[in-house]
């Protein structure tokens, strides 16, 4: 798949030259009784380049990527993007900066493809603004590029769940944004729609976009992470490149069953040994 | 897969054009000077025809426009916000609330329609508030359903209240007043309440109208509407206080309309498509038609006025029933 996006860089709202988002000592917990689900969490994920964040489920994953997208407050520490602390933007230009595709959930409304796509050109209209020529434009544009466009007037509700997660990416691609954070976006995909997802997300990424995706599957990060965040229990346990963080050791020890890497000619294969401990 | 096969302004367009046909006849419909109409001829001639249509039927018309038209967007924009279709304007207290304090106003206040209008929204705007203070602290479900319980509570007490106004009204003068004003009707208005209800219909209506394509983010779960630049708390709010104080101040004038909130959004997300780009209008439009028909119908089918609450929930549980039964009512074939 050839995507050809032609992106209007908006380098007036920030310089991807620097360290695309920067955490520091950040924690985050949801009521005051309650363990931190995200512990004192520091790094730095560089521009436009793939950032894998994998941990079991309920290590944090989603909410560390909703406190990077400003809709969960840290307790302590601060997100900065692009060197800049992220309350310096409002939330409009935060929406022009980043984009998410977030978990498969069931919507209420069956809106059509097309309806659901141009809501993502929502960061360039005025309050009391509906879409105009130009949004209808980049979002057809972008409903062709993602081999979409056969669908465009569907309803969302009768779309299987490869085409809605493709239309989910596509609403998020019409944003236009220089950041892309993707929550769980091969969940729940058969191998086909995995590998759709997959090539479409690396295509973005060699365009220079910043993608930064949580995975619980070991095997969906190797395809295309540059650098590999592992995450248990809030606290980010190793942070490095494919080869350097998944060691049977290490996965052994955050899945809490043993585990099996084989390493094939530079890919890297991740397996269960056996069933139970 | 092909276009639409109906562009949704013509649509729209369309709409207007039959609701000021649906208007122009309903001016004529009536009992004077025999059952079921005039000529429209007679309004040259017959000063009293004129009285009738210029001070009785055309500020009647135009308030169950704006009742229909404020019904319908204020039961899309809670279905909208509250991600549930199945949502309306008598959820959330609103319209007990309102009723409440309409109830009130007879009893201690007057009758005088600004005094009612302030009264129901007050009490309308204060369900929103109760039923919104009380979800906060029930400890069971999501947060919808948080609100769908707190508003069953809420508006049962607004109820209960209301039946110990009732039992301690006046049995001869304010009970019967209560009692039509609960079934819900138009048969008093004139064009002193239609100028005293347009401001705070007119809020709810533009309100929304202008915010119909926000109103479609807040329609996502809530880490996607963020991420599309919403002000999640915000917006909401300040949608819901316009919408409300509009559905409690008409609510005031006509007593408690049923299913005209609930069925007509429906049909407009039939038609025009889900988007509130379109189907708000085209809910505004729709609500108007249905409760101008339904209010000619109301004053002229028999001899004596049938409550107007009455007709809209018999048409509007019908048509219910016939929408959740059909799928072939779409325009737009796939």
Same mark, same amino acid.
């Given at each position: 798949m050839i995507i050809y996006l032609e992106l209007t860089y908006r380098n007036d709202l920030i310089n991807m030259n620097h360290t695309a988002l920067t955490l520091e000592n950040i924690r985050f917990r949801y009521a005051p009784e309650d363990n931190y689900v995200v512990d004192a969490v520091s790094l730095e994920i560089p521009s436009r380049k793939v950032t894998a964040i994998l941990g079991p489920n309920g290590a944090g994953k989603t909410s560390l990527l909703h406190i990077i997208l400003g809709l969960l407050q840290?307790?302590?520490?601060?997100? =900065?993007?692009? +060197?800049?602390?992220?309350?310096?933007?409002?939330?409009?230009?935060?929406?022009?900066?980043? %984009? =998410?595709?977030?978990? !498969?959930?069931?919507?209420? &409304?069956? &809106?059509?493809?097309?309806?659901?796509?141009l809501l993502g050109r929502s960061p360039y209209l005025d309050p009391f603004q509906t879409p105009r020529g130009i949004d209808f434009q980049i979002a057809n544009r972008v409903l062709d590029e993602l081999d979409l466009s056969h669908l465009r007037y569907k309803p969302v509700t009768e779309l299987s769940g490869g085409e809605?997660?493709?239309?989910?990416?596509?609403?998020?691609?019409?944003?236009?944004?220089?950041?892309? =954070? /993707?929550?769980?976006?091969?969940?729940? /995909?058969?191998? %086909?729609?995995?590998?759709?997802?997959?090539?479409?997300?690396?295509?973005?990424?060699?365009? +220079? !976009?910043? !993608?930064? &995706?949580?995975t619980h599957d070991p095997n969906v990060a190797t395809f295309i992470a540059d650098s590999v965040l592992l995450m248990d229990k809030g606290r980010i346990v190793e942070h490095g490149s494919v080869q350097e963080t998944f060691t049977e050791a290490k996965l052994s020890a955050i899945y809490n069953v043993p585990i099996q890497v084989e390493r094939q000619n530079g890919r890297v294969m991740v397996m269960m040994r056996k069933l139970g401990n | 897969m092909p276009e639409p096969h109906t562009d949704p302004k013509r649509l729209l367009l369309a709409w207007g054009l039959v609701l000021l046909g649906v208007m122009a006849i309903a001016i004529f419909v009536g009992r004077y000077p025999k059952p079921y109409g005039m000529a429209p001829a007679l309004l040259l001639e017959d000063t009293l025809a004129q009285r009738l249509v210029l001070n009785l039927r055309l500020p009647r018309l135009l308030v169950a426009l704006l009742l229909g038209s404020t019904l319908s967007a204020c039961g899309l924009t809670m279905q909208m916000i509250f991600r549930n279709p199945l949502v309306e304007p008598g959820f959330l207290g609103v319209s007990q609330g309102a009723a409440f304090g309409a109830a009130v106003s007879i009893l201690w206040l007057g009758r005088h329609p600004l005094i009612m209008e302030l009264t129901a929204t007050f009490f309308g705007l204060g369900g929103l508030a109760l039923t919104y203070l009380l979800a906060r602290r029930l400890r069971y479900g999501g947060w919808v359903l948080r609100l769908v319980l707190a508003g069953i509570a809420i508006s049962a007490l607004f109820s209960a209240g209301v039946g110990v106004l009732k039992y301690i009204a006046d049995p001869l003068?304010? *009970?019967?007043?209560?009692?039509?004003?609960? *079934?819900?009707?138009?048969?008093?208005?004139?064009?002193?309440?239609?100028?005293?209800?347009?401001?705070?219909?007119? *809020?709810?209506?533009?309100?929304?109208?202008?915010?119909?394509?926000?109103?479609n983010l807040l329609s996502l779960n809530d880490a996607a509407a963020f991420s599309l630049g919403a002000s999640l708390t915000r917006e909401r709010l300040i949608l819901l206080v316009a919408i409300v104080t509009a559905t409690a101040a008409i609510t005031s004038l006509s007593g408690i309309i049923g299913w005209v909130g609930l069925i007509i959004p429906h049909i407009a997300r039939r038609l025009a498509g889900v988007s509130a780009h379109r189907s708000l209008p085209a809910a505004m439009l729709l609500g108007g038609i249905f409760t101008v028909f339904c209010d000619t119908l109301a004053r002229t089918l028999f001899p004596g006025e049938i409550p107007l609450g009455i007709i809209t929930s018999l048409l509007g549980a019908l048509m219910f029933a016939y929408l959740m039964m059909s799928t072939g009512m779409k325009l737009r074939k796939h």
């Amino acid at each position: 798949m050839i995507i050809y996006l032609e992106l209007t860089y908006r380098n007036d709202l920030i310089n991807m030259n620097h360290t695309a988002l920067t955490l520091e000592n950040i924690r985050f917990r949801y009521a005051p009784e309650d363990n931190y689900v995200v512990d004192a969490v520091s790094l730095e994920i560089p521009s436009r380049k793939v950032t894998a964040i994998l941990g079991p489920n309920g290590a944090g994953k989603t909410s560390l990527l909703h406190i990077i997208l400003g809709l969960l407050q840290p307790h302590t520490g601060q997100v =900065l993007v692009a +060197g800049k602390p992220h309350r310096d933007y409002s939330k409009r230009e935060i929406s022009q900066i980043m %984009g =998410l595709v977030s978990q !498969i959930d069931t919507i209420p &409304f069956n &809106f059509s493809v097309l309806e659901c796509v141009l809501l993502g050109r929502s960061p360039y209209l005025d309050p009391f603004q509906t879409p105009r020529g130009i949004d209808f434009q980049i979002a057809n544009r972008v409903l062709d590029e993602l081999d979409l466009s056969h669908l465009r007037y569907k309803p969302v509700t009768e779309l299987s769940g490869g085409e809605r997660q493709m239309v989910h990416l596509a609403r998020a691609l019409v944003q236009e944004t220089e950041i892309l =954070l /993707l929550d769980e976006p091969t969940t729940h /995909l058969d191998l %086909g729609n995995q590998s759709r997802i997959l090539s479409v997300l690396r295509e973005l990424s060699a365009r +220079g !976009i910043t !993608i930064v &995706f949580t995975t619980h599957d070991p095997n969906v990060a190797t395809f295309i992470a540059d650098s590999v965040l592992l995450m248990d229990k809030g606290r980010i346990v190793e942070h490095g490149s494919v080869q350097e963080t998944f060691t049977e050791a290490k996965l052994s020890a955050i899945y809490n069953v043993p585990i099996q890497v084989e390493r094939q000619n530079g890919r890297v294969m991740v397996m269960m040994r056996k069933l139970g401990n | 897969m092909p276009e639409p096969h109906t562009d949704p302004k013509r649509l729209l367009l369309a709409w207007g054009l039959v609701l000021l046909g649906v208007m122009a006849i309903a001016i004529f419909v009536g009992r004077y000077p025999k059952p079921y109409g005039m000529a429209p001829a007679l309004l040259l001639e017959d000063t009293l025809a004129q009285r009738l249509v210029l001070n009785l039927r055309l500020p009647r018309l135009l308030v169950a426009l704006l009742l229909g038209s404020t019904l319908s967007a204020c039961g899309l924009t809670m279905q909208m916000i509250f991600r549930n279709p199945l949502v309306e304007p008598g959820f959330l207290g609103v319209s007990q609330g309102a009723a409440f304090g309409a109830a009130v106003s007879i009893l201690w206040l007057g009758r005088h329609p600004l005094i009612m209008e302030l009264t129901a929204t007050f009490f309308g705007l204060g369900g929103l508030a109760l039923t919104y203070l009380l979800a906060r602290r029930l400890r069971y479900g999501g947060w919808v359903l948080r609100l769908v319980l707190a508003g069953i509570a809420i508006s049962a007490l607004f109820s209960a209240g209301v039946g110990v106004l009732k039992y301690i009204a006046d049995p001869l003068t304010q *009970l019967p007043e209560i009692t039509f004003w609960l *079934l819900g009707g138009l048969w008093s208005v004139g064009w002193e309440d239609f100028f005293y209800v347009l401001p705070f219909a007119a *809020l709810g209506l533009v309100t929304s109208l202008l915010m119909r394509w926000r109103l479609n983010l807040l329609s996502l779960n809530d880490a996607a509407a963020f991420s599309l630049g919403a002000s999640l708390t915000r917006e909401r709010l300040i949608l819901l206080v316009a919408i409300v104080t509009a559905t409690a101040a008409i609510t005031s004038l006509s007593g408690i309309i049923g299913w005209v909130g609930l069925i007509i959004p429906h049909i407009a997300r039939r038609l025009a498509g889900v988007s509130a780009h379109r189907s708000l209008p085209a809910a505004m439009l729709l609500g108007g038609i249905f409760t101008v028909f339904c209010d000619t119908l109301a004053r002229t089918l028999f001899p004596g006025e049938i409550p107007l609450g009455i007709i809209t929930s018999l048409l509007g549980a019908l048509m219910f029933a016939y929408l959740m039964m059909s799928t072939g009512m779409k325009l737009r074939k796939h």
